[in-house]
């Protein structure tokens, strides 16, 4: 069993920038961010391999956001820049225990979930 603990979510104005982190109890392989606004299902934001070497993005975020992650201390990390209103969400992480070649986008292939964190982007 593995827990994840999200942290950094916030308030910012448009053009802001957030930083949310992610430790996990356990050894994970990948480990991934997904997002939900309000009346919308739960998106794919971004996602890493273990070691970094892969990496995955929404069209919606790329070239905004980054992934990153120090396997050492088990945390993931989703540096957010240029944010904008429509990326007001409720931010989860997730970490899928099985190997793959590219991180997982589909969320039914993470075996774990954290609480969630609220990202607000006020226009």
């Known amino acids: 069993q593995v827990q994840l603990v999200e942290s950094g979510g916030g308030l910012v104005q448009a053009g802001g920038s957030l930083r949310l982190s992610c430790v996990a109890s356990g050894r994970t392989f990948s480990m991934g961010w997904f997002r939900q606004a309000p009346g919308r299902e739960r998106e794919f934001v971004a996602a890493i391999r273990r070691s970094g070497t892969v990496t995955s993005y929404a069209d919606s975020v790329k070239g905004r956001f980054t992934i990153s992650r120090d396997d050492a201390e088990n945390t993931v990390f989703l540096q957010m820049n240029s944010l904008k209103p429509e990326d007001t969400a409720v931010y989860y992480c997730?970490?899928?225990?099985?190997?793959?070649?590219?991180?997982?986008?589909?969320?039914?292939?993470?075996?774990?979930w954290g609480q969630g964190t609220q990202v607000t982007v006020s226009s």
């Open positions: 997730a970490a899928d225990t099985s190997i793959r070649t590219i991180p997982a986008r589909v969320s039914a292939l993470y075996n774990y």
